[in-house]
């Protein structure tokens, strides 16, 4: 328990490094994004050292999906860290950056959110623990709500073009799962 609580302040400093993008405008606060990735990171590792392990897959079940964790955490940092303009998204803090929607944001809006999810659960089916479920599953609600904010409140003021991107683009389920329906305006 101890560490799905740490990996939720991760969140909290995720969430305080996005209120500065529109309120505060300090570049001071980047230490928060830093900060929060390195919660969720310790929380993650700290629950799969200390957590017991409540059933058991064969082993090539365990290197399947611990393969398709792999995959998924390495889609999630591709569509956080490479498929965006880094500089412009973590460091700089002004107004006027472009919306991205090439690649993977032309598919969803958020697409490091399904990346997380399924690191989570292929990682829960890898190791067998249960409290990996359990953080997943809270810290992909807490992310699903920190994109929330970022879609309604923080990007349509912080990127030229983002209401335009959002009649484009669906919010989180990719556009050939939804057949050009709209989820979430």
Known sequence: MFFLVIGCIGFIFLYIFEINKIIFFSRYFNICFVLGCVLLAV????????????????ISLQIFFGLLSSISFLLMLYALFFALPFSKTYIVIEKGNAAVDTGMYALCRHPGVIWFFFFYLFL????????????GITWTAMDIIHVYVQ???????????????KIKVPFLIPKFFINNKRILK
Do not use: E
């Not at 829960?124 to 953080?135: C, D, N, Y």
């Open 151 to 165: 879609d309604r409140w923080l990007f349509p003021k912080a990127l030229d073009g983002y209401d335009n991107y």
């Open 43 to 58: 929380s993650t590792v700290g629950l799969l050292l200390s957590d017991p392990n409540t059933f058991a897959v064969s």
């Open 124 to 135: 829960f089916l890898a190791s067998g623990k249960m409290m990996i479920m359990w953080s």
